[in-house]
């Protein structure tokens, strides 16, 4: 069986950091958004975030809460279509660190304002059936690749870890799920290591190992100025 591979920009919808949606309190975002997905034609879209919904390089007291303010309002109108993993520049500032206020409040705050009741700090996938009405159902899973990492010079690098790895073979084995089409998102990449310094997944062959002839299609993020040809297959 062939797996599609679909990498998405960060800081949608624009992949360069310059156009992010959140890049200063001036600009418009709800109104950006809508004019990439009119609402009143969205009835069957699904948004799907990988991460970095914020670039967090902002000078200032919890700049970053600022930013995920202006996040929410621009995709408040979309709330009940959005699935959203997180990315390293979501939970840290300028994408390196780690901070923990910054993890809860977009469990906590960000993500439970537009309805997403999950916590991705317990680092335990999401599952959700989507479907569109013609009885089509998928599978989408969401994981949290981002690390709290010890060491500065460890650059963003992510890692699922062996409690999220043993809960997505759990999910991949429900029978429930058996005959659903499936799709694996997170913000790392994830079949193997970056070209640019850092940001590589750490257990990227672990993860694969799981994923191989049980998923459809992995969608993830990639760091700024790298591209995938894509669809690919291994």
């Known amino acids: 069986a062939k797996l599609a591979m679909a990498s998405l920009p960060a800081n949608f919808p624009a992949a360069s950091r310059k156009n992010s949606i959140v890049r200063d309190r001036n600009t418009n975002c709800s109104a950006r958004l809508s004019r990439s997905v009119p609402i009143e034609e ?73 309805g997403i009741g999950h916590k991705f700090r317990t680092k335990r996938p999401f599952t959700k059936v989507l479907e569109n009405g013609n009885g089509n159902k998928v599978l989408l899973v969401g994981l949290n690749s981002c690390l709290n990492t010890p060491n500065p010079l460890d650059i963003a690098k992510g890692e699922i870890g062996e409690t999220q790895r043993t809960w997505l073979e759990e999910i991949l084995k429900d029978p429930a799920y058996k005959a659903l089409p499936k799709i694996v998102c997170l913000h790392h990449i994830p079949h193997r290591r970056a070209r640019d310094f850092g940001m590589s997944l750490n257990d990227y062959k672990e993860l694969m190992a799981i994923v191989e002839k049980r998923v459809d299609a992995l969608v993830f993020s990639v760091p700024s100025g790298l591209r995938e040809t894509l669809p690919s297959t291994l």
């Open 42 to 114: 969205s009835r069957d879209i699904r948004l799907l975030f990988t991460g970095d919904i914020i670039d967090n390089f902002k000078l200032g007291k919890r700049a970053w809460k600022g930013q995920l303010k202006l996040a929410e309002e621009a995709l408040a109108p979309f709330r009940s279509k959005i699935s959203i993993v997180p990315g390293n520049h979501d939970i840290g500032f300028g994408g390196i660190g780690y901070s923990g206020a910054c993890v809860e409040y977009f469990d906590d705050s960000f993500l439970s304002a537009l």
